[in-house]
């Protein structure tokens, strides 16, 4: 497994493509509306979300399929996640807990071979206040539901495709497409919160050569998305993400790894220098 390589993958992906949330309580299909009534509920009902456990599925542009786990609350902002990339040269497994103000990386055995035998890489943000903020202004952007759950309501040709069953859940399904063009133009109706959101959201597709999105949005019986799937040619490839979510406003709780399997990034950075001057 490739430390240096996962770990890029694996941040993208939760701080970029973790989007829509859904509760996944509903037993029946979203009551009947029109298409485009039912897209904005569910998006309104996703700006209440402060916590959220969900499972991804899909290909990431210019890295290859991607699967993962993750936990995240973003009141306190805690973060659990598991990632791994199939295939092609950056083939691995990462996993990344953020607490408090210390976020942990685990590059594997192939990490530990660089690290003392150490598998956990640990970056101090205490240290620098810019970084946390930074951390804190992804996640509350792009892990916050309203920031991608809405853009299908930008879309002009929203349409019910019909009722599925997703995990366990009965939901129906809406589809549609939308343009970065029109979703910059839905911005001019929201609140200064939620136009902050979407707008970080969208900078990030912008940089990914992304103009045009598929949308497909799973609502339960409850007026919330069980599933989220988005589709669109960037620069590097396509993009090709499911999102299923498994529970929302529920504690999480992330705790550090052992103490004993931990590094420091000063550790390892004094470490490379010594080696170097030695060298």
Sequence with gaps: MKKSSVIPAATLAALLLAGAVG?????????????????????????????????????????????????????????????????????GETEIRLVGKALFVNGGEEAAKDMDGKTWLKFDMSKSTKDLDELGKAGQAQKNPAAESTFLTGSKDVKKVGTETVDGVGTTH?????????????????GQAAREKRQESLKEYEKLGIDKFTMDMW?????????????????????????????????????????????TFEEMMKKAMEEAMQG
């Excluded at 979510?245 to 550090?256: G, R, S, Y």
Aim: hydrophobic share 40%.
């Design 174 to 190: 809406y589809t549609g497409t939308v343009t970065l063009a029109d979703l910059k133009a839905s911005l001019n109706g929201q």
């Design 23 to 91: 509760c996944g309580k509903g037993d029946a299909q979203s009551p009947e509306m029109s298409p485009a009534a039912a897209v904005a509920a569910a998006a309104k009902n996703a700006d209440a979300v402060t916590s959220f456990h969900y499972r991804m599925r899909g290909t990431i542009p210019g890295e290859g399929k991607l699967h993962g786990d993750a936990a995240m609350s973003l009141k306190p902002l805690a973060m659990s996640m598991k990632m791994g990339i199939e295939g092609g040269a950056d083939a």
């Design 219 to 263: 609502i339960d019986g409850e007026q919330h998305t069980k599933q989220f799937r988005m589709r669109g040619d960037a620069d590097k490839g396509p993009l090709d993400m499911t999102i299923t979510f498994l529970d929302v406003n529920k504690p999480v709780t992330v705790t550090a790894p052992p103490a004993k399997d931990v590094t």
